[in-house]
């Protein structure tokens, strides 16, 4: 049976960008980055936190303006605070990461698959799956990639 996915051209970066898997800055443990319901960029941001279930470390985020240059998306760190996420790996000679496991999962379906349908031309370009890195989505690449992904799922 062939793998297809039709939703991967369809999804935004911004809907994983809630609960936040990072690294705490003060015990180095798993924290989360609560966003709250952060499923687009809005012109204001408020209500994010940092906390650590482990240390007690809690801090508040202040009111970011959209036009704030210092929002970082797509990168191995929180769009917020710029801690590291806490689901990163190397993988192909390069770093897997994702946000959370919703992320994870997202990275795993788009990858196993072996057509991926484009059906929304409007938005494929500003897609996560248009904009994964050709190392993630080569099929030479698919098993290890999904060996890492797993390793991550722990």
Same mark, same amino acid.
Request: proline share 6%; glycine share 4%.
């Given at each position: =049976?062939e793998?297809?996915? !039709? +939703?991967? $051209? +369809?999804t935004s @970066? $911004?809907q ?6 990072v690294v705490?800055?003060?015990?180095s443990? /798993?924290a989360?980055?609560? #966003?709250?319901?952060? &499923? /687009? %960029?809005?012109?204001?941001?408020e209500?994010? *936190? ?7 470390y809690n !801090?508040?985020l202040? !009111? ?6 210092h929002? #970082?998306?797509?990168?191995? @760190?929180?769009?917020f605070?710029k ?5 990163? @790996? ?9 946000y959370n496991?919703e +992320?994870l999962e997202?990275? *795993? /379906? +788009? ?5 991926r349908?484009?059906?929304?031309p409007? $938005? ?11 190392? =993630?989505?080569?099929?030479?690449n698919?098993? &290890?990639? %999904?060996k890492?992904?797993e390793?991550?799922?722990?």
């Amino acid at each position: =049976m062939e793998t297809r996915t !039709k +939703h991967t $051209y +369809h999804t935004s @970066i $911004y809907q994983f960008v809630r609960d936040i898997w990072v690294v705490c800055p003060n015990c180095s443990e /798993q924290a989360f980055v609560r #966003t709250g319901n952060f &499923e /687009q %960029l809005k012109y204001d941001i408020e209500g994010v *936190r940092v906390v650590c279930p482990q240390c007690g470390y809690n !801090k508040n985020l202040p !009111k970011v303006s959209r036009r704030n240059p210092h929002l #970082t998306f797509g990168a191995p @760190i929180d769009p917020f605070f710029k801690l590291p996420v806490w689901l990163q @790996i190397a993988c192909c000679d390069n770093l897997l990461w994702a946000y959370n496991p919703e +992320h994870l999962e997202f990275l *795993r /379906q +788009h990858v196993e698959a072996k057509l991926r349908e484009r059906n929304v031309p409007e $938005y494929q370009g500003r897609s996560i799956g248009a904009r994964l890195p050709r190392w =993630m989505t080569s099929a030479k690449n698919r098993e &290890e990639v %999904l060996k890492c992904v797993e390793k991550l799922k722990g």
